[in-house]
């Protein structure tokens, strides 16, 4: 009975995070495009220096700010939930932070996607406000799944939690291919509220999913 219970949590947290990948991954897709195609990328004039011939650097530079930020916040996330102790967050809970972390870092880019050759600052903020969903969610996820787990099907369910990983990518690459026929703001804007709603809707289910998972924490 208790395997029950906490194979619906599995379920909770699997759609969480497939929802969450499904945001987050537009890093490589459809903001890249956006850094490409609508965001000044010349150097020396974001620098303030003033030369005859600028450098134009290239949008993938831009991949290199999510890592970075993991590097900076991983060990403060680390020490955060250590400090918190007793009142650390529930696994729901850091899911839901999570979501709303990543769909307020979508919503910033909806007032910037409303114009061409913007500062990179907007998507820098994006970045770093998706990050702090990652460290909510990413590396609590697969051992919330291994402490759920059966433990002759510990196995299978750590697949259950990568395959949300890969759900998550191909519905960013299905939202990616919108980029051309949807007005960025609406795409953007679509992308912020799903995560947001989302977030809405498992904070009103943590308590029924820590029910579910029977004391796991």
């Not at 699997?14 to 499904?22: C, D, E, G, K, P």
């Not at 900076?72 to 839901?96: D, H, T, V």
């Not at 953007?188 to 796991?216: C, D, E, N, Q």
Request: glycine residues 10%; aromatic residues 14%.
């Amino acid at each position: 009975m208790q395997e029950r219970k906490r194979a619906g949590a599995i379920a909770v947290l699997f759609i969480a995070s497939a929802i969450f990948w499904a945001v987050y991954e537009q890093a490589g897709s459809s903001l890249t495009l956006f850094a490409e195609r609508n965001t000044n990328r010349h150097l020396f004039a974001l620098l303030g220096l003033h030369h005859g011939e600028d450098f134009l650097y290239p949008a993938s530079w831009f991949q290199f700010v999510q890592p970075a930020f993991v590097l900076i916040l991983a060990p403060i996330f680390a020490w955060l939930w250590i400090r918190l102790g007793s009142r650390e967050p529930s696994y729901p809970s850091k899911f839901s932070l999570g979501l709303l972390f990543v769909g307020f870092g979508f919503l910033v880019m909806v007032p910037a996607a409303r114009g061409t050759n913007v500062s990179p600052h907007w998507l820098n903020v994006s970045y770093f406000l998706s990050v702090m969903g990652e460290m909510c969610l990413s590396p609590v996820g697969l051992s919330a799944m291994t402490k759920l787990a059966p433990s002759r099907a510990q196995g299978f369910v750590m697949g259950v939690w990568f395959l949300s990983i890969g759900t998550g990518n191909w519905m960013a690459g299905k939202a990616g291919s919108l980029y051309e026929t949807v007005p960025l703001p609406t795409l953007f804007g679509i992308g912020a509220a799903v995560a947001i709603a989302a977030t809405v809707l498992l904070a009103i289910l943590v308590k029924p999913t820590k029910k579910l998972m029977g004391g796991v924490s």
